[in-house]
Protein backbone atom coordinates (compact mmCIF):
# COMPACT_ATOMS: atom_id res chain seq x y z
CA UNK A 1 0.00 0.00 0.00
CA UNK A 2 1.33 3.23 -1.12
CA UNK A 3 2.06 5.77 2.00
CA UNK A 4 1.20 9.55 1.32
CA UNK A 5 4.08 11.61 0.62
CA UNK A 6 5.17 14.75 3.10
CA UNK A 7 3.34 17.20 0.01
CA UNK A 8 0.56 15.00 0.12
CA UNK A 9 0.20 15.34 4.11
CA UNK A 10 0.69 18.60 3.62
CA UNK A 11 -2.24 19.61 1.28
CA UNK A 12 -4.09 17.76 3.53
CA UNK A 13 -3.52 19.60 6.35
CA UNK A 14 -3.67 22.45 4.24
CA UNK A 15 -7.09 22.18 2.84
CA UNK A 16 -8.16 21.49 6.76
CA UNK A 17 -6.36 24.42 7.66
CA UNK A 18 -8.07 26.80 4.94
CA UNK A 19 -11.76 25.38 5.15
CA UNK A 20 -11.17 25.81 8.78
CA UNK A 21 -10.23 29.86 8.13
CA UNK A 22 -13.10 30.16 5.29
CA UNK A 23 -15.60 28.91 8.48
CA UNK A 24 -14.82 32.15 10.65
CA UNK A 25 -15.06 34.07 7.56
CA UNK A 26 -11.52 34.66 7.20
CA UNK A 27 -10.57 35.03 3.54
CA UNK A 28 -6.90 37.19 4.08
CA UNK A 29 -4.91 36.26 6.60
CA UNK A 30 -1.33 36.09 7.77
CA UNK A 31 0.46 33.37 8.90
CA UNK A 32 0.20 34.07 12.44
CA UNK A 33 -3.78 34.57 11.91
CA UNK A 34 -3.82 31.22 10.41
CA UNK A 35 -1.99 29.95 13.30
CA UNK A 36 -4.07 31.08 15.87
CA UNK A 37 -7.45 29.68 13.81
CA UNK A 38 -5.37 26.28 13.14
CA UNK A 39 -7.94 23.28 13.43
CA UNK A 40 -7.77 20.75 16.06
CA UNK A 41 -4.84 18.04 14.56
CA UNK A 42 -2.93 20.91 12.64
CA UNK A 43 0.22 21.64 14.31
CA UNK A 44 0.58 25.55 14.43
CA UNK A 45 4.20 25.25 14.47
CA UNK A 46 3.76 23.96 10.88
CA UNK A 47 1.46 26.47 9.23
CA UNK A 48 3.96 28.37 7.33
CA UNK A 49 5.05 25.28 5.47
CA UNK A 50 1.48 24.34 4.69
CA UNK A 51 1.13 27.47 3.26
CA UNK A 52 3.77 27.42 1.34
CA UNK A 53 2.38 24.10 0.32
CA UNK A 54 -1.02 25.73 -0.78
CA UNK A 55 0.84 28.73 -2.59
CA UNK A 56 3.01 25.99 -4.65
CA UNK A 57 -0.23 24.15 -5.39
CA UNK A 58 -1.77 27.11 -6.41
CA UNK A 59 -5.09 26.99 -4.09
CA UNK A 60 -4.14 29.79 -2.17
CA UNK A 61 -2.42 33.23 -3.23
CA UNK A 62 0.81 34.70 -1.42
CA UNK A 63 -0.46 38.36 -1.66
CA UNK A 64 3.53 39.83 0.38
CA UNK A 65 5.35 38.52 3.12
CA UNK A 66 3.24 36.22 5.25
CA UNK A 67 -0.08 37.73 3.63
CA UNK A 68 -2.45 35.22 1.70
CA UNK A 69 -5.60 34.69 0.47
CA UNK A 70 -7.77 32.11 -0.16
CA UNK A 71 -9.33 30.94 -3.72
CA UNK A 72 -12.54 29.37 -4.90
CA UNK A 73 -10.29 26.23 -5.81
CA UNK A 74 -11.05 24.64 -2.12
CA UNK A 75 -14.31 24.02 -0.56
CA UNK A 76 -15.60 26.33 0.96
CA UNK A 77 -13.28 29.48 -0.49
CA UNK A 78 -14.17 32.34 -2.28
CA UNK A 79 -12.07 34.50 -4.44
CA UNK A 80 -11.12 37.45 -2.57
CA UNK A 81 -12.72 40.71 -4.52
CA UNK A 82 -9.74 43.18 -6.14
CA UNK A 83 -11.00 45.70 -3.89
CA UNK A 84 -10.18 43.76 -0.76
CA UNK A 85 -6.54 42.40 -1.15
CA UNK A 86 -5.68 45.93 -2.72
CA UNK A 87 -6.72 47.55 0.76
CA UNK A 88 -5.05 44.41 2.69
CA UNK A 89 -1.64 45.16 1.42
CA UNK A 90 -1.65 48.42 3.86
CA UNK A 91 -3.51 49.28 6.75
CA UNK A 92 -5.25 51.62 6.57
CA UNK A 93 -6.23 52.06 3.13
CA UNK A 94 -9.36 52.58 1.61
CA UNK A 95 -10.29 52.51 -2.24
CA UNK A 96 -10.19 56.08 -3.65
CA UNK A 97 -9.93 58.42 -7.33
CA UNK A 98 -11.11 56.21 -10.24
CA UNK A 99 -11.87 53.37 -8.48
CA UNK A 100 -14.20 55.10 -6.04
CA UNK A 101 -15.57 57.31 -8.94
CA UNK A 102 -16.58 54.51 -10.88
CA UNK A 103 -17.92 52.92 -8.02
CA UNK A 104 -20.58 55.61 -7.41
CA UNK A 105 -20.64 55.49 -11.01
CA UNK A 106 -19.49 59.16 -11.22
CA UNK A 107 -17.45 58.16 -14.77
CA UNK A 108 -18.27 56.27 -17.83
CA UNK A 109 -14.64 55.01 -17.69
CA UNK A 110 -13.72 51.43 -16.60
CA UNK A 111 -10.22 51.31 -14.57
CA UNK A 112 -7.73 48.89 -15.47
CA UNK A 113 -5.66 49.62 -11.97
CA UNK A 114 -7.23 49.55 -8.37
CA UNK A 115 -6.59 52.82 -6.48
CA UNK A 116 -5.82 52.80 -2.86
CA UNK A 117 -5.17 55.55 -0.23
CA UNK A 118 -3.11 55.30 2.19
CA UNK A 119 -1.11 57.67 4.43
CA UNK A 120 1.77 55.29 4.80
CA UNK A 121 4.85 55.41 2.48
CA UNK A 122 4.52 52.90 -0.17
CA UNK A 123 7.47 51.50 -2.05
CA UNK A 124 6.23 48.69 -4.75
CA UNK A 125 8.59 45.85 -5.61
CA UNK A 126 9.83 47.27 -8.65
CA UNK A 127 10.75 50.17 -6.70
CA UNK A 128 12.71 48.08 -4.69
CA UNK A 129 14.65 46.96 -7.51
CA UNK A 130 15.17 49.87 -9.01
CA UNK A 131 13.20 50.35 -12.15
CA UNK A 132 13.53 53.02 -14.49
CA UNK A 133 11.59 55.74 -13.46
CA UNK A 134 7.42 55.94 -14.66
CA UNK A 135 3.86 55.50 -13.74
CA UNK A 136 4.21 52.03 -14.08
CA UNK A 137 6.50 51.69 -11.22
CA UNK A 138 4.44 52.56 -8.68
CA UNK A 139 2.02 50.10 -9.94
CA UNK A 140 1.90 46.80 -7.79
CA UNK A 141 1.25 43.25 -9.28
CA UNK A 142 -0.30 40.81 -7.02
CA UNK A 143 -2.88 38.73 -7.62
CA UNK A 144 -3.59 39.23 -11.07
CA UNK A 145 -4.40 42.16 -9.53
CA UNK A 146 -2.72 46.19 -10.82
CA UNK A 147 -2.84 48.08 -7.64
CA UNK A 148 -1.72 52.15 -6.92
CA UNK A 149 -0.91 53.55 -4.15
CA UNK A 150 -1.36 57.10 -3.18
CA UNK A 151 0.09 58.45 0.01
CA UNK A 152 -2.03 60.20 1.61
CA UNK A 153 -1.30 63.34 4.20
CA UNK A 154 -2.86 61.39 7.77
CA UNK A 155 -4.90 64.34 8.33
CA UNK A 156 -6.58 64.37 5.09
CA UNK A 157 -7.10 60.50 5.08
CA UNK A 158 -10.20 59.58 7.60
CA UNK A 159 -12.01 62.63 5.73
CA UNK A 160 -15.24 61.24 3.92
CA UNK A 161 -14.81 57.68 4.48
CA UNK A 162 -17.53 54.73 4.33
CA UNK A 163 -17.77 50.82 4.41
CA UNK A 164 -19.13 48.64 1.98
CA UNK A 165 -20.14 45.87 1.63
CA UNK A 166 -18.69 43.42 -1.54
CA UNK A 167 -20.57 39.90 -2.16
CA UNK A 168 -21.99 40.06 1.19
CA UNK A 169 -18.73 38.91 2.73
CA UNK A 170 -15.92 41.53 2.42
CA UNK A 171 -15.88 45.12 3.95
CA UNK A 172 -13.75 47.63 2.80
CA UNK A 173 -13.26 51.09 3.26
CA UNK A 174 -13.72 53.58 0.25
CA UNK A 175 -14.28 57.48 -0.55
CA UNK A 176 -17.64 58.46 -0.05
CA UNK A 177 -19.06 60.74 -3.08
CA UNK A 178 -18.55 64.10 -1.97
CA UNK A 179 -14.77 62.57 -0.94
CA UNK A 180 -14.42 61.20 -4.42
CA UNK A 181 -15.70 64.77 -6.54
CA UNK A 182 -13.41 66.66 -3.50
CA UNK A 183 -10.70 64.39 -4.91
CA UNK A 184 -10.71 65.26 -8.59
CA UNK A 185 -10.10 69.07 -7.38
CA UNK A 186 -7.47 68.32 -4.64
CA UNK A 187 -5.29 66.09 -6.95
CA UNK A 188 -7.04 66.35 -10.60
CA UNK A 189 -3.64 64.78 -12.32
CA UNK A 190 -5.45 61.58 -10.89
CA UNK A 191 -7.64 61.99 -12.77
CA UNK A 192 -6.31 63.20 -16.11
CA UNK A 193 -6.58 66.85 -15.37
CA UNK A 194 -9.75 68.69 -14.36
CA UNK A 195 -11.80 68.51 -17.46
CA UNK A 196 -12.99 65.45 -15.41
CA UNK A 197 -13.89 67.18 -12.85
CA UNK A 198 -16.10 69.97 -14.18
CA UNK A 199 -17.73 66.69 -16.39
CA UNK A 200 -18.50 65.05 -12.80
CA UNK A 201 -19.77 68.21 -11.81
CA UNK A 202 -22.10 68.99 -14.67
CA UNK A 203 -23.56 65.50 -14.78
CA UNK A 204 -24.14 64.59 -11.37
CA UNK A 205 -24.82 67.91 -9.18
CA UNK A 206 -28.12 67.19 -8.43
CA UNK A 207 -27.44 63.97 -7.04
CA UNK A 208 -24.24 65.04 -4.55
CA UNK A 209 -24.61 66.49 -0.75
CA UNK A 210 -23.30 70.08 -1.71
CA UNK A 211 -23.42 70.60 1.99
CA UNK A 212 -21.36 67.98 2.50
CA UNK A 213 -19.08 68.53 -0.25
CA UNK A 214 -18.39 72.01 0.81
CA UNK A 215 -17.36 70.99 4.50
CA UNK A 216 -15.02 68.59 3.23
CA UNK A 217 -13.41 70.99 1.33
CA UNK A 218 -13.40 73.37 4.35
CA UNK A 219 -11.66 70.66 6.14
CA UNK A 220 -9.15 69.53 3.54
CA UNK A 221 -6.69 72.53 4.82
CA UNK A 222 -6.05 73.56 0.99
CA UNK A 223 -6.86 76.90 -0.28
CA UNK A 224 -6.40 75.81 -3.90
CA UNK A 225 -8.85 73.16 -4.03
CA UNK A 226 -11.63 75.73 -1.91
CA UNK A 227 -11.06 77.84 -4.94
CA UNK A 228 -11.19 75.21 -7.57
CA UNK A 229 -14.09 73.47 -6.23
CA UNK A 230 -16.31 77.47 -5.59
CA UNK A 231 -15.10 78.18 -9.02
CA UNK A 232 -16.73 74.70 -10.52
CA UNK A 233 -20.19 74.79 -8.92
CA UNK A 234 -20.35 78.52 -9.64
CA UNK A 235 -19.59 78.26 -13.39
CA UNK A 236 -22.16 74.69 -12.61
CA UNK A 237 -24.78 77.27 -11.33
CA UNK A 238 -24.87 76.53 -7.80
CA UNK A 239 -26.74 79.43 -5.88
CA UNK A 240 -23.92 81.80 -4.50
CA UNK A 241 -25.57 81.38 -1.07
CA UNK A 242 -24.82 78.10 -0.92
CA UNK A 243 -20.96 78.77 -1.88
CA UNK A 244 -20.46 81.82 0.01
CA UNK A 245 -18.28 79.71 2.60
CA UNK A 246 -16.15 78.75 -0.17
CA UNK A 247 -15.75 82.04 -1.22
CA UNK A 248 -15.10 83.73 2.01
CA UNK A 249 -12.03 81.74 2.43
CA UNK A 250 -9.31 84.48 2.07
CA UNK A 251 -6.41 84.16 -0.38
CA UNK A 252 -4.00 86.90 -1.86
CA UNK A 253 -2.73 84.46 -4.32
CA UNK A 254 -3.96 83.14 -8.00
CA UNK A 255 -4.17 79.12 -7.82
CA UNK A 256 -4.59 77.66 -11.53
CA UNK A 257 -7.98 75.58 -12.19
CA UNK A 258 -5.68 73.17 -13.71
CA UNK A 259 -2.44 72.73 -11.77
CA UNK A 260 -1.00 70.33 -14.01
CA UNK A 261 -1.14 72.97 -16.72
CA UNK A 262 0.93 76.44 -17.87
CA UNK A 263 -0.35 79.21 -15.38
CA UNK A 264 -1.97 81.32 -18.52
CA UNK A 265 -5.59 82.61 -19.10
CA UNK A 266 -8.40 84.71 -17.47
CA UNK A 267 -7.83 85.68 -14.03
CA UNK A 268 -10.75 85.36 -12.09
CA UNK A 269 -10.78 88.09 -9.10
CA UNK A 270 -13.71 86.71 -7.50
CA UNK A 271 -12.75 83.16 -6.99
CA UNK A 272 -8.70 83.60 -7.29
CA UNK A 273 -8.52 81.28 -10.07
CA UNK A 274 -6.61 81.16 -13.15
CA UNK A 275 -9.31 79.68 -16.24
CA UNK A 276 -6.21 77.96 -17.69
CA UNK A 277 -8.23 74.65 -19.04
CA UNK A 278 -6.89 75.45 -22.59
CA UNK A 279 -3.47 75.77 -21.46
CA UNK A 280 -0.49 73.54 -22.73
CA UNK A 281 0.02 70.53 -20.13
CA UNK A 282 3.30 71.02 -18.35
CA UNK A 283 5.84 68.49 -18.51
CA UNK A 284 8.39 67.75 -15.59
CA UNK A 285 11.61 65.62 -16.21
CA UNK A 286 9.82 64.73 -19.45
CA UNK A 287 6.54 63.48 -17.73
CA UNK A 288 3.00 65.04 -16.86
CA UNK A 289 1.66 65.40 -14.00
CA UNK A 290 4.57 64.27 -11.78
CA UNK A 291 4.56 62.43 -8.23
CA UNK A 292 3.21 63.79 -5.17
CA UNK A 293 1.61 63.51 -2.07
CA UNK A 294 -2.27 64.21 -1.34
Not at 71 to 81: M, S
Not at 184 to 209: C, K, M, N, Q, Y
Not at 242 to 270: A, C, I, Q, W
Request: glycine share 10%; net charge neutral.
Amino acid sequence: MKRPTTTEYGLSAGVALVASLAKAGVYVFSTARAAELAPQGVDPQRVRFLLKSLTDAGWIVRLRRDLYAGTGRLPGGVDVPAFVIATALFSPSAVSHMSALAYHDLTDQVPLVVTVSTPQKVVTPSMRKGSAAGEGRHIWHVAGIDCRYVTVIPSRFGLGLETIWLEERFRVSITDRERTVLDLFAFPRRFGGTGEALSVIERHRDGLDLEKLIDYALHYDSVAVVKRLGWSLDHAGVDMGVLMPLLEVHTSHYSPLDPGRLRRGEHDGRWMIIANLNQEPVHVRGAVFPEGTC
